[in-house]
């Protein structure tokens, strides 16, 4: 079995773990009969962060208050997924401008790095360059994203492998992550989404939230 298959099957299984965790969580919000009306994850996922931008300047949870976040947790020299669920939320992102002007406008797309060792704001900047306009690059002290990553239920770890020149792979959770003016959790999405159905699926939310 190839590297990159062996990669791809780890982070599948383990996304399938951790979204049976939220799927479990809803249950027991849902599943008794005198239960409160469904309410969103708030508690569960999110919270405070001050990390760096690529453009290295301080940047925290409140500096994008009231603008719903749409935050995908990656890595640099991610070689194969990484890049697809970027290259899948910006098509995402230039459908919504089409389509959803409105929600576009408010939406603030986020890449968060798991890898900040390697990820320096010049590396994310020249990174993210290659993808969409709009996206925020985060990085900070391995104490500040292992922070972030406890925050938002992300796995990342670190593979013990590395090739002759010394690059080793970062195993993680592949998600993207909704959340909303007030950094509160809405919605969460597979990477292996179209961008059109991310598109359709983001509309849906942020026309919740902005009526």
Same mark, same amino acid.
């Not at 383990?14 to 049976?20: D, E, N, R």
């Not at 925020?136 to 090739?163: C, F, H, M, P």
């Given at each position: 079995?190839?590297? /990159?298959? @062996?990669?791809?099957?780890?982070?599948?299984? =383990? %996304?399938?773990?951790? =979204?049976?965790?939220?799927?479990? *969580?809803?249950? &027991?919000?849902? !599943?008794?009969?005198? *239960? #409160?009306?469904? $309410?969103?994850?708030?508690?569960?996922?999110? +919270?405070?962060?001050?990390?760096?931008?690529?453009? %290295?300047? $301080?940047?925290?949870?409140?500096?994008?208050?009231?603008?719903?976040?749409?935050?995908?947790? !990656?890595?640099?020299?991610?070689?194969?997924?990484?890049?697809?669920? =970027?290259?899948?939320? &910006? !098509?995402?992102?230039?459908?919504? @401008?089409?389509?959803?002007?409105?929600?576009?406008?408010?939406?603030?797309?986020?890449?968060?790095?798991?890898?900040?060792?390697?990820?320096? #704001? #010049?590396?994310?900047?020249?990174?993210?360059?290659?993808?969409?306009?709009?996206?925020? +690059?985060?990085? &900070?002290?391995? *104490?500040?994203? /292992?922070?972030?990553?406890?925050?938002? @239920?992300?796995?990342?770890?670190?593979?013990?492998?590395?090739?002759?020149? %010394? /690059?080793? /792979?970062?195993?993680?959770?592949?998600?993207?992550?909704?959340?909303? !003016?007030?950094?509160?959790?809405?919605?969460?999405?597979?990477?292996?989404?179209?961008?059109?159905?991310?598109?359709? @699926?983001?509309?849906?939310?942020?026309?919740?939230?902005?009526?």
């Amino acid at each position: 079995m190839s590297r /990159n298959i @062996k990669i791809s099957l780890t982070i599948a299984v =383990l %996304g399938l773990l951790a =979204l049976l965790a939220l799927m479990l *969580a809803e249950l &027991g919000q849902d !599943g008794r009969s005198d *239960a #409160p009306p469904p $309410r969103r994850l708030t508690a569960a996922i999110g +919270g405070p962060f001050t990390l760096t931008d690529q453009n %290295g300047v $301080r940047r925290s949870a409140a500096d994008f208050a009231g603008r719903p976040m749409l935050i995908y947790f !990656g890595f640099t020299y991610c070689p194969d997924v990484c890049p697809t669920a =970027l290259d899948i939320m &910006g !098509g995402a992102l230039d459908i919504l @401008k089409d389509n959803a002007p409105q929600a576009y406008a408010q939406l603030q797309p986020v890449f968060i790095s798991v890898d900040p060792a390697r990820d320096t #704001p #010049p590396v994310l900047r020249d990174y993210l360059s290659y993808f969409h306009p709009r996206l925020t +690059g985060l990085t &900070g002290s391995q *104490a500040e994203i /292992n922070a972030v990553k406890s925050s938002y @239920k992300i796995y990342a770890a670190r593979s013990e492998a590395q090739d002759g020149s %010394g /690059n080793y /792979n970062v195993d993680h959770s592949s998600f993207y992550y909704l959340m909303d !003016g007030d950094n509160r959790y809405l919605a969460h999405f597979d990477h292996a989404v179209t961008p059109a159905e991310l598109a359709q @699926k983001l509309a849906q939310n942020l026309t919740v939230i902005t009526k």
